[in-house]
């Protein structure tokens, strides 16, 4: 069992949970993800990784309360544990392997849409501690909905935060932005986009005309997490690939963004019915 230590509301529905998982927290790297359980019969649910502390032993995850299965995750209190929390799953961010000197020489702009931001935390981080010039862009429907705010800045150069309706920030889509930092002649080597599926196909609509070289991360279904099932299936580059096991970062140009979406739809009804017996789990707590 994996105790919950810690929660946190961030926003009306979303919750921020440090759970006690040592194996996890020592061996996770940025860009990797998790599949927990609650409940003994529970589904079986992806979420990506917030932080970590190998230290403390401890995980961070970010769930958003919009479904049946993130309900579940939503209504759990500290003090009370997940049945199973098995990770660190996918494969690491590529940047893990590049030297410290060439990192400190580069600048890095990441892309975080809505609940997308938790993910990106902890990428941020890692290029922080090693010295790299880091940028973040923030998109979000409302104020309310920013989240992750004060920690993104204190290990990012600059966060620009953009809302949907003007209500923080710069008033507009994360593509706007974007648009208007590279256009202002803002510059950065690699970009990195996380968030909803539909911003990731348009922000590399966008990052494609300035040559920008762009990685998204997929949140596509998920059930087994090993490559066996298919159910996160992807055609990246004209070639089946596995989100869990090859992913969940590509190159963005390479990603059947459109495919990569009509496969993520499939369960949306059932997943909204509370009493659903699928054992299909949905992206990222969905
Ligand atoms: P949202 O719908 O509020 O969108 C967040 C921001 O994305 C918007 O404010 C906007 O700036 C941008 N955006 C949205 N649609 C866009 C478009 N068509 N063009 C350009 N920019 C656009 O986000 P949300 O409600 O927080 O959505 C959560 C989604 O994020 C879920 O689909 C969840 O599965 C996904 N998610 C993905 C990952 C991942 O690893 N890719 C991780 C966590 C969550
Ligand atoms: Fe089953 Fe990826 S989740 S193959």
Same mark, same amino acid.
């Given at each position: 069992?994996?105790? +919950? ?15 006690? *998982? ?5 061996? *996770?790297?940025?860009?990797?993800? /998790? ?11 992806? #979420? ?14 970010? =769930? $958003? ?8 995750? !939503?209504? /759990? ?7 199973? !929390? ?25 892309? *975080?849409?809505? /609940? ?6 902890? $990428? ?12 973040? +862009? +923030?998109?979000?429907? =409302? ?21 949907? @309706? ?10 706007? %932005?974007?648009?208007? /930092? #590279? @256009?202002?002649?803002? %510059?950065?080597? $690699?970009?990195? *986009? ?23 991360? #997929? ?26 096991? @090859?992913?969940?970062?590509? @190159? ?10 009509? %496969?993520?739809?499939?369960?949306? #009804? ?17």
């Amino acid at each position: 069992m994996y105790k +919950i230590l810690k929660k946190r509301i961030l926003a009306p529905d979303i919750c921020l949970m440090e759970v006690s *998982a040592p194996r996890v927290a020592s061996s *996770a790297q940025p860009g990797q993800f /998790l599949i927990v359980r609650v409940g003994e019969k529970g589904e079986r649910i992806p #979420l990506t990784i917030c932080d970590f502390d190998p230290v403390a032993g401890s995980v961070t995850i970010v =769930t $958003q309360r919009v479904g049946a299965s993130s309900r579940k995750i !939503f209504a /759990l209190e500290e003090g009370e544990s997940f049945n199973d !929390f098995a990770g660190p799953l996918g494969v690491p961010s590529e940047f893990i392997h590049e030297r410290e000197e060439i990192l400190k020489e580069k600048k890095f702009l990441f892309i *975080a849409g809505g /609940l997308g931001t938790a993910p990106v935390y902890p $990428q941020v981080k890692y290029l922080h501690g090693k010295g790299a010039h880091v940028e973040v +862009i +923030i998109g979000a429907k =409302t104020r309310d909905l920013v989240i992750m705010e004060e920690e993104m800045k204190q290990v990012a150069a600059r966060v620009h935060i953009c809302t949907d @309706d003007g209500s923080y920030g710069f008033k507009g889509l994360v593509t706007a %932005r974007l648009k208007e /930092l #590279l @256009d202002g002649g803002a %510059r950065f080597d $690699q970009a990195v *986009a996380i968030g909803p599926m539909i911003m990731m196909k348009f922000v590399t609509l966008t990052a494609r005309k300035y040559n920008l070289p762009l990685i998204v991360s #997929l949140n596509t279904l998920m059930v087994d997490g090993t490559g066996m099932c298919g159910a996160c299936r992807v055609t990246v580059g004209g070639k089946i690939r596995f989100a869990c096991v @090859d992913g969940p970062e590509f @190159d963005a140009y390479q990603v059947d963004f459109d495919e990569a979406m009509r %496969r993520q739809s499939m369960y949306k #009804l059932q997943e909204k019915d509370a009493d659903h017996k699928c054992k299909i789990g949905l992206g990222n707590g969905q």
